[in-house]
C-alpha cells in the first residue's frame, strides 16, 4: 500500500428531477433496478441491500447476451440528500470479492464520493469522484492507464439515470 495521491476521476451531470429523488435513485433498491446498468438491455438484480452507514449490497447485471457481472458494495457515508460515500468491488453470487477480470492490477479499494446539490427545487447536480484507495504504484498505473474511460462506465450508468428519472417524476 502506497500514500501516494491520485487525482480522482470527476464526473458532473445535472438531472432534471429533485435532489431527494436522485438521492433516492442511488439508494432504494425499487430504484437502482431500473437504472444501474451500462446500457439498455441489460437487467440489474440486487439480491441483498442493506444500504446505510457500514452496510453492504450485493447485485448482479445480466449484459443482453446473458454474461452476468456480480457488485460488492460498502457504504461508508449514506447522508440523505447530500452524500454518498462507497467501495464497489467485482465479486461472485456469494459476494466474495474478486480481482478485476479484465484489468490486471486494478485498484483492490474504488472509492466512490457522491455529493448532491439542489440547483433548483426540480434540477440536481451531482458531482461523482472515483478514486483508488491506498492503491500500490502497480494499481496507481493501472487507473491512470483507464483514465480516459472511466466515463465510459460510470457515464453509461448515469445516462441510464437520467433516462429513468422522467419514468418516475412524471
Known sequence: ???????PSIIVREFDAPRDLVF?????????????????????EFVSADIKNNGSSLHKITMPNGHEMWLFTKYEQVQRPDKL??????????????PAPHIPNWPKD????????AVSENKTKLTFYWEP?????????????????????????????????????G
Not at 500500500?1 to 487525482?7: H, L, P, R, W
Not at 460515500?85 to 474478486?98: A, P, R, T
Open 133 to 169: 484507495r491506498n492503491p500500490t504504484p502497480e494499481e496507481i498505473e493501472a487507473f491512470e492507464s483507464t483514465r480516459a474511460d472511466h466515463e465510459k462506465g460510470w457515464g453509461a450508468g448515469m445516462a441510464q439515470l437520467t433516462a429513468y428519472l422522467p419514468t418516475v417524476t
Open 1 to 7: 500500500m502506497s500514500k501516494a495521491k491520485v487525482e
Open 85 to 98: 460515500v462507497f467501495l464497489q468491488y467485482m465479486s461472485n453470487e456469494n459476494g466474495d470479492i474478486l
Open 24 to 44: 433516492d435513485a442511488w439508494t432504494q433498491v425499487e430504484h437502482l433496478n431500473n437504472w444501474m446498468f451500462p446500457m439498455p438491455g441489460c437487467t440489474c
Open 110 to 117: 474504488m472509492l466512490a464520493t457522491l455529493e448532491f446539490e
